[in-house]
């Protein structure tokens, strides 16, 4: 961990999600110092929906074997669809993808290759620790996930500037009823993903992967700006 925390500019551009840790847990002083800042995330009329679920040691060795069971098993069980359309999403999701598996040396064809990365997913990419981030049903949904995406951002940025890692993991809330089961937490409670934070291992060759962002002009509109 840093002695200070880094310039706001610097934690956002230099954030990016790891694929392998180190299995050096932080301490919960660490753990809770991230909590705190991720704490004051904006929310809609400040209604702070999140129901935030960290796990660790031997409880997050059992949810690992769980999930991979389920896995194996062919046990999905999301709450919320993963859609990306047939459009410019769905390339840009098929992109990273191809970037991803070749960056872990997968080809394409190699079929049990690229479900040994979908269980490393769910091995927490070797995390010490993982955030599942709960919600509750409010109308549509739509502005509850809203705000836990920016409850995440803060999480994520939080670790960012305290000199460790996260990775949001779409694929940890396709298994919410076997992380539900394992946690005991109640069926009222929608999961909508992970985090698996921790120390990046700075060895691993997955962690040099820098995902593509689009050009400010492909996305944004700006009005009445000189």
């Known amino acids: 961990m840093t002695d200070s925390l880094a310039p706001f500019v ?5 954030r ?5 840790f180190l299995p050096d847990p932080m301490s919960s002083q660490e753990i809770w110092s991230v909590l705190e800042d991720a704490q004051t995330a904006p929310s809609n009329s400040n209604t702070q929906p999140w129901a935030v679920h960290v796990v660790s040691g031997e409880l997050r060795d059992a949810l690992r074997d769980e999930l991979l069971r389920a896995y194996d098993d062919g046990r999905e069980s999301p709450d919320f669809t993963a859609d990306y359309g047939n459009g410019v999403h769905l390339q840009r999701s098929r992109d990273h993808g191809a970037a991803l598996y070749q960056s872990w040396g997968v080809a394409r064809s190699d079929v049990e290759g690229r479900r040994e990365v979908v269980r490393e997913n769910l091995r927490f990419y070797g995390a010490p620790h993982v955030a599942f981030l709960f919600m509750p049903a409010l109308g549509d ?5 809203g705000d836990i995406g920016m409850y995440a951002q803060t999480f994520l940025l939080s670790l960012t500037a305290r000199g460790f890692h996260g990775i949001p993991q779409t694929v ?4 919410a009823d076997t992380v539900r089961n394992t946690l005991g937490i109640s069926d009222d409670l929608k999961l909508l993903f992970g985090i698996s934070f921790g120390h990046a291992d700075p060895s691993a060759p ?3 992967l820098r995902m593509h962002r689009l050009p ?3 996305s ?6 000189s």
């Open 10 to 14: 610097d934690v956002v551009r230099s």
């Open 16 to 20: 990016r999600s790891a694929r392998r």
């Open 141 to 145: 949904g739509v502005r509850t996930a």
């Open 172 to 175: 940890l809330g396709m298994y």
């Open 206 to 208: 997955v962690n040099d």
């Open 216 to 218: 400010l002009g492909d």
């Open 220 to 225: 944004v509109v700006v009005h009445g700006c």
